[in-house]
């Protein structure tokens, strides 16, 4: 067997395609230890990312409406091309709520080696209805490449197929499980400045050593570094989160009046502050990388 064909025999036996309870189409991946991660089309969403011993690393709300075109409160919604309430569209715009497309031949990716690496390519573009709320013909593209290690990596690609230029935002909105949110510390984003979603979007400072949680926290860091790690004492789990084209991290727990949410910890990588500005034809990519590593407590 000559080694595409090796790498497509892989694949076939590491990616199975089924349909949810709503019927909409979701992605098994599974890497060759065991780990696995599940993809809805609807809203091109991570919806699951477990370990090799079947532990879910995810968070989603037992109250979440999973029917499309709802807003799943969970995994990793894909918010663009606008990030929270920054514009005239509904909360994080409307990808997450469009149902996506498997692409069997997307155009090549460059420097990204998935070889051996169970992956899906997901791709949306402009419906008719969109065009009519956001006037800017898009092309998106998210492949999520699961490794070997169990680690999940996203790659996502925005293309002008526009005859004017357009800017848009972009946050992976990733909602981690943690034991409880009192347990949690992040670290790489001291020092940096950030606007407070809770006070009007003013802009402080972040200070001390690494940040704990005592209460409702929403807040956009600018131009942070591209590694940050959330160490949970209590599960003794350290995810770190890498990224790449995206210069802003978002980090919140929500009050939501609700105990459920003391297990999730919101941290995105991000394009916010300064929206990304295509000219036609201009293709932009972005990607996260999350893992899991041993525990540094
Ligand atoms: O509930 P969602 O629409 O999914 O948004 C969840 C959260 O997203 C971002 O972090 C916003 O800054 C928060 O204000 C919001 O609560």
Not at 33 to 51: D, N, P
Not at 153 to 158: D, G, K, M, Q
Not at 251 to 268: H, N, S, T
């Amino acid at each position: 067997m000559d080694h595409s064909a090796a790498d497509e025999n892989h694949r076939a036996s590491s990616v199975e395609i089924t349909k949810d309870d709503n019927g909409i189409s979701q992605v098994l991946l599974r890497s060759p230890r065991g780990a696995s991660a599940r993809i809805s089309l609807h809203g091109g969403q991570v919806r699951s990312w477990k370990t090799e011993r079947g532990e879910e690393l995810l968070f989603t709300s037992s109250k979440a409406n999973l029917k499309p075109p709802a807003a799943v409160r969970g995994g990793i919604p894909i918010c663009f091309p606008q990030f929270g309430k920054r514009g005239s569209l509904e909360q994080h715009g409307f990808a997450r709520n469009r149902i996506w497309l498997i692409e069997e031949n997307p155009p090549p990716l460059q420097s990204t080696d998935s070889s051996n690496k169970a992956f899906i390519d997901l791709f949306l573009k402009s419906s008719d209805d969109d065009l009519k709320i956001w006037p800017h013909s898009f092309e998106v593209r998210i492949r999520v490449v699961l490794s070997v290690d169990g680690s999940l990596t996203l790659i996502s690609r925005v293309r002008n197929v526009n005859c004017k230029p357009f800017s848009f935002s972009f946050a992976y909105h990733t909602y981690f499980s943690v034991s409880d949110i009192s347990e949690v510390r992040v670290e790489g984003l001291e020092t940096l400045d950030y606007l407070d979603n809770l006070c009007n979007r003013e802009r402080f400072t972040e200070q001390g050593d690494a940040l704990t949680f005592e209460s409702e926290v929403d807040r956009v860091y600018l131009s942070s570094s591209d590694a940050v790690a959330v160490f949970d004492h209590e599960k003794k789990r350290t995810f770190v989160i890498r990224k790449e084209g995206l210069p802003d991290k978002a980090r919140g727990i929500p009050d939501f009046g609700d105990d459920e949410y003391k297990q999730m910890l919101c941290v995105d990588a991000a394009a916010i502050e300064k929206p990304i500005t295509l000219k036609p034809g201009e293709e932009w990519t972005g990607r996260v990388e999350l893992s899991l590593v041993a525990s540094i407590q």
